[in-house]
């Protein structure tokens, strides 16, 4: 019974061998530049790598990325100003950092729930965030002024819709 289960061990792996040695066959061969820059005496053999398809550098594409896969016009996709949709009642104010060369608040919202360091006069949502103070923000979008405190016990969200 071993003699059988070897045997066709045997002729599992030489069938292995045959379709391994014909699909290598398929495969190009080396350019002779190539093969005769090896090594005297090195019995290794370089496989080729796979081919761009073009040799062109990917700047050369640049206009092709540009223009959106999934629309039908492929035109660019042109954003407008960005506008808040909606007073920032679900922004929170989880952290601030001041130093001599900047200040910065930890704000919270739906889309970024870990929270983003954003500096005084960058924006987040479509707010700028005008002023930072030890312990509020000021966010202001158009018209509208929000206020944000560190610590809500000791204030209240304000909407003020003059300008400041």
Not at 10 to 21: E, S
Not at 133 to 143: C, I, P
Request: net charge neutral; aromatic share 4%; with cysteine.
């Amino acid at each position: 019974m071993q003699s059988v289960v070897l045997g066709t061990l045997c002729a599992v792996v030489v069938a292995l061998g045959v379709v391994n040695w014909w699909v290598m066959g398929l495969e190009p061969g080396l350019p002779s530049a190539v093969a005769s820059n090896a090594p005297a005496g090195v019995g290794a053999t370089l496989v080729p790598g796979p081919r761009p398809a073009d040799d062109r550098p990917l700047s050369d594409f640049a206009e092709i990325l540009r223009r959106p896969l999934f629309t039908s016009s492929r035109s660019p996709f042109e954003s407008g100003p960005a506008r808040p949709e909606s007073l920032p009642s679900d922004m929170r104010l989880t952290g601030i950092a001041i130093d001599a060369s900047k200040k910065q608040a930890l704000l919270r919202t739906p889309q970024q729930p870990q929270g983003r360091w954003v500096e005084e006069g960058d924006s987040i949502d479509g707010w700028l965030l005008r002023s930072i103070r030890n312990d509020a923000v000021v966010l202001v979008s158009g018209q509208q002024t929000r206020e944000l405190h560190l610590y809500p016990a000791q204030g209240h969200h304000q909407v003020n819709n003059n300008p400041l």
